[in-house]
């Protein structure tokens, strides 16, 4: 029940045979007037039909290898919970606190998005952020916990380059300078009211009390 066209030409003095690809005869009549016009100019009509199926071969295989490469491109929240589970499970308290951290200040901005796809600019808004709470150690702090895992991220080939590899973090909140003041017996007060409502891990809530009840830095 099927029916297939063949074109007759001659090249170089020789009879060749066109299977044509058109499914039907107007199809096929266009077809065969473009071979027609291609031999007329001096073209081979069988080299030109392997060549439109090596494009079109050639056109799948990008696309396969296109489609692959979207579908390796993980997210900063892949990224962030595959650092978790190799690297911040060894800290003494399984990686919590930076967990706590990230999921308030740095996935909500930027998880979603792929990690190559995460430029300088969006780990600055996350840092600028931060110092507009007024708490510039913390910047700097999240600054190097955030190159950590982009680091992670180098090592196993998962992007080429770390996105914040240019900032510094001299230059994030002025330079860090040592403080003389005092919590008064108000601000302790106040302390004591709010710490149970900041989600902290009850180690760290431990320690602001031993902290501040022996004088002792961290």
């Known amino acids: 029940g099927a029916i297939t066209f063949r074109y007759k030409c001659r090249i170089d003095?020789?009879?060749?045979w066109i299977t044509l690809n058109a499914p039907g005869l107007a199809a096929a009549r266009?077809?065969?007037?473009?071979?027609k016009l291609l031999v007329k100019e001096g073209g081979d009509p069988g080299a030109e039909k392997a060549l439109a199926k090596e494009r079109i071969?050639?056109?799948q295989l990008d696309e396969q290898e296109e489609l692959a490469k979207q579908q390796a491109r993980i997210t900063v929240n892949d990224l962030f919970e595959r650092w978790h589970s190799v690297d911040l499970k060894n800290h003494k308290d399984g990686g919590q606190e930076i967990r706590r951290k990230f999921e308030k200040d740095v996935l909500p901005v930027i998880g979603g998005m792929a990690v190559a796809d995460v430029r300088k600019g969006h780990i600055s808004g996350i840092i600028d952020?931060?110092?507009?709470?007024?708490?510039n150690r913390m910047a700097k702090m999240m600054l190097a916990l955030i190159r950590q895992m982009f680091r992670?991220?180098?090592?196993?080939?998962l992007i080429e380059f770390e996105?914040?590899?240019?900032?510094?973090?001299?230059?994030?909140?002025g330079k860090t300078v040592e403080r003389e003041?005092?919590?008064s017996e108000t601000e302790i007060r106040e302390l004591a009211r709010q710490l149970p409502e900041a989600?902290?891990?009850?180690?760290?809530?431990?320690?602001?009390?031993?902290?501040?009840?022996t004088c002792c830095r961290v």
């Open 57 to 59: 071969r050639k056109k």
């Open 199 to 213: 989600n902290l891990l009850w180690s760290t809530e431990c320690a602001i009390w031993i902290m501040l009840s």
């Open 163 to 173: 996105p914040s590899a240019s900032l510094k973090k001299s230059k994030i909140g």
């Open 30 to 35: 266009k077809e065969r007037d473009d071979y």
């Open 13 to 16: 003095g020789k009879v060749r």
């Open 129 to 135: 952020a931060i110092l507009a709470r007024g708490v």
């Open 181 to 183: 003041r005092v919590l």
């Open 152 to 157: 992670f991220a180098v090592d196993r080939d």
